[in-house]
């Protein structure tokens, strides 16, 4: 897990498959995993419409779109030109602005943000760049702004995934309250692998995610591989 990943190349996959798992040729898994991801943020947005949002490493734009009808304006911030490219592409709203930056230099933006997400990105930091980068964002946040993030956790040292003390560590570091934080998906299971490869109607999905999220909330025990996990977080 932890070969480097090239998102040019990565942008060529496709909406889903380029934000997810550009191996799932069916493209069964990566719906599934969109679908509980944005029920996981559905529960504990409780958004009143009139939000500002920046979608921190945005890919293909597939939260942006998803999130945009719900709030007044979603900004987009992406270092890969090839993924914005293949956002334009498949634009579904007016309200949503990407904006490319180098990974490094965070840019100055126009708002200060109600909300933002990060989803599969902060996962590829560690130590001192993950708080880095958690402190940089946090300059983006209004007082009272909540700061929502799906990323993958592991306790196994042969997975390049931080725990969820590092996390915590790092958003402490920025003064960030963590309002909650549990277990949304597991990284192998094995009724994934049936949905996969199609044996799993999609009409299924909405309850099997309703079921992995309940079961996520209530896990407490070591992550031999990985999952992901939701932080809810606000700005003090």
């Known amino acids: 897990m932890s070969k480097r990943v090239n998102w040019s190349q990565r942008a060529r996959e496709g909406f889903l498959a380029s934000d997810i798992d550009p191996a799932d040729r069916k493209g069964h898994k990566n ?7 944005k029920m996981a943020l559905e529960e504990i947005l409780n958004l009143k419409g009139n939000e500002t949002v920046l979608d921190f490493g945005c890919g293909s734009g597939r939260m942006a779109y998803w999130i945009a009808p719900r ?6 911030l992406e270092v890969t030109p090839e993924m914005i490219g293949l956002a ?3 634009r579904t709203a007016s309200n949503v602005e990407f904006v490319l930056y180098d990974g490094a230099h965070f840019p100055n933006l126009p708002y200060l943000f109600d909300l933002i997400l990060s989803v599969g990105v902060l996962q590829i930091l560690r130590g001192e760049v993950l708080k880095e980068a958690v402190y940089e964002l946090t300059k983006y946040l209004k007082s009272g702004g909540r700061f929502c993030v799906i990323e993958q956790v592991s306790d196994n ?6 725990k969820v003390q590092e996390y915590i560590e790092a958003f402490k570091a920025s003064r960030l309250e963590c309002l909650r934080y549990y277990s949304i998906r597991k990284g192998r299971w094995w009724l994934l692998y049936f949905i996969r490869y199609g044996l799993i109607p999609k009409k299924w999905f909405p309850q099997i995610a309703a079921w992995e999220l309940k079961e996520g909330r209530e896990f407490k025990n070591k992550i031999s591989y990985y999952r992901d996990f ?3 977080l606000r700005k003090a």
């Open 71 to 76: 709030v007044e304006k979603v900004f987009g």
């Open 88 to 90: 334009e592409k498949n």
């Open 157 to 162: 040292t042969k997975v390049d995934r931080p």
């Open 230 to 232: 939701l932080f809810v």
């Open 31 to 37: 719906r599934y995993i969109d679908l509980l991801q």
